[in-house]
């Protein structure tokens, strides 16, 4: 048993490799083919380092791999061991890959499908780095530390931040490539949670009815997913309620409102998206 343990460890240990190594590669693909030779520049840390690299003519991975630096120490007090070593080992890729790529020809001289392309690639890349426990930029870690001195949240802190940078590539650039490196950021950042979620997003869904045991029974043979009842008591009357609880995907959502409408019109229904489900019996079982 303890074999097995320490096999499975070691499975681990080399998938999350893989995945970093390929996240960074595509980070550097990203830039490197489509966003830097096309002066369109992305948002946090790479954002900086594509503009001083313009402005000196320095090697971008240096840039990347330098202002990186200070944010490991600070990711390794706040977060932990494994994500320093998984973001040091994620951004040394993605240097050495920007180095590697430089001399390629960029494939597209059109600055839209630059952004278009280059933002996929490039949200990819840093969203499997995220998803596997590393990160490619500092910014995130930054926003934690000044949102607990200032009154803004994390999320309102890194867009801040990123539009004032993307904003400079109006000045350092032309101001129509500042809006191509938007696009550029947009498009990035979707793919970024896309990646992290995955394509089958799961979706928590809460039911109160009095019919739960008919409807819980339903979602179990018609949906092949488990439920949960839990004890609620109204707010309002008092009274003592049924909660179903269960976990489905977005693609089921629709069968299991129809589900719910089909029992009891008058049911309270709340859905709800999930980044993450492990454990428990959310594998789906089979139906007939």
Partial sequence: MQLQHRKMTKSAFFRRGLFLFIGAVLMSVGLE??????????????????????????????????????????????IGKTFALSTLFAILIMSTGTALLHPVKELTNDPLLAAVFGGIILGIGVGMVIRFGGSLDGTEIVAILVSKKIPFSVGEIVMFFNLFILGSAGFVYTWDRAMYSLIAYFIAYKMIDVTIEGFDESKSVWIISDNFRQIGEAIM?????????LEGEGG???????VIFCVITRLEEAKLKSIVDGLDPKAFLAVGNIHDVKGGRFKKRDIH
């Fill in 33 to 78: 083919i489509f966003l830097v030779p096309n002066r369109i520049i992305d948002g946090g840390i790479t954002g900086i380092s594509i503009i001083l690299s313009y402005l000196t003519q320095g090697p971008i991975g240096v840039f990347l791999f330098l202002l990186n630096i200070p944010f490991l120490f600070i990711g390794y007090k706040l």
């Fill in 221 to 229: 043979d018609r949906l092949g997913r488990g439920v949960t009842y």
């Fill in 236 to 242: 309002f009357s008092g009274d003592n309620k049924k």
